[in-house]
């Protein structure tokens, strides 16, 4: 297939899915919310952080999700796990099953498959806090708003905000979609020396990529699986490969990353990184 016409199935194939009307739009800061705690005991800190952020679509495959994020070397024992189009059983199951703490706000009721469709941030250490941030510029034939899933851990003595991201596709426009990435950046403020923002930015070109990157850059993150390549498959034989999902981080050393390209849970590729804390003083 020659690149325009893979270009031109590609910019279909979005359009195709990007208008699936939902049946609600969940746009008050303070919920739905759902919350569990399922972590038996805190972990002692021993000096590195592992985060993983999946999309597992639509949570249709849950059980072949778990397994990955059970047994795959690069995603198991994480610290962090951010999740994006989940539910509220899924997410309670997923928790459950791995011992994570969690919180988790839909952003809509879906007409897919009429559950919540959501961001959740799962933690082997205690929340703190949390909120939900509803991103700007509503999705025109949707009606929903994306959001951002803020939580603050307490890793020892020392605070690590984290937040999963989920925005828009395309058909909002670059500029709309970048007016989402600044609208995550302006809500973690300057309190906090260890931040940690992953998840699905929809970056559908390499534009959109580069000015993701750009604007956390100039936010003084570094993008921790920058160089991976592709992370969401558009189609069953792989024509089609985006770089959607990201990573990104601030107060930490990025000591490896990767993704596990086997995964089959959903359309998007699981991504991980291990990072280092920049200062160790308080991890005791």
């Known amino acids: 297939m020659k690149i325009r016409e893979t270009i031109l199935v590609g910019a279909i194939f979005l359009f195709i899915i990007s208008c699936t009307p939902v049946r609600q739009s969940y746009t008050h800061p303070e919920g739905p919310r759902y919350m569990g705690q399922f972590v038996e005991v805190t972990p002692e800190f021993d000096g590195q952080f592992k985060v993983v952020t999946y999309n597992i679509k639509l949570g249709k495959k849950l059980e072949q999700a778990i397994d990955e994020l059970r047994q795959e070397g690069g995603l198991r024992d994480a610290d962090v796990i951010f999740l994006q189009e989940m539910d509220p059983d899924g997410v309670y199951e997923m928790a459950k099953r791995l011992q994570y703490d969690y919180i988790y706000y839909p952003a809509a009721l879906h007409s897919t498959h009429e559950k919540g469709f959501g961001n ?165």
């Not at 024509?239 to 998007?268: M, N, P, Q, T």
């Open 120 to 284: 959740a941030v799962l933690s082997k250490w205690p929340i703190k806090e949390f909120q939900k941030v509803v991103l700007p510029h509503e999705h025109p034939i949707r009606k929903m708003f994306r959001i951002a899933v803020f939580a603050l851990l307490a890793v020892g003595e020392t605070e690590v905000l984290t937040c999963s991201v989920h925005t828009e596709l395309y058909i909002i426009g670059h500029e709309s979609k970048m007016d989402q990435v600044e609208e995550v950046v302006q809500n973690i403020g300057d309190s906090f020396d260890h931040v940690i923002i992953g998840g699905d930015f929809n970056t559908d070109t390499v534009y959109s990529v580069l000015g993701t990157e750009r604007i956390f850059r100039k936010a003084g993150f570094e993008r921790a699986n920058k160089g991976l390549g592709y992370t969401s498959r558009g189609d069953p034989i792989g024509i089609l490969k985006w770089d959607f999902d990201h990573i990104y981080v601030k107060g930490f050393k990025v000591l490896d990353a990767g993704k596990y390209e086997e995964a089959r849970a959903s359309d998007h590729l699981p991504v991980w990184t291990l990072l280092e804390f920049n200062s160790s003083e308080n991890f005791n």
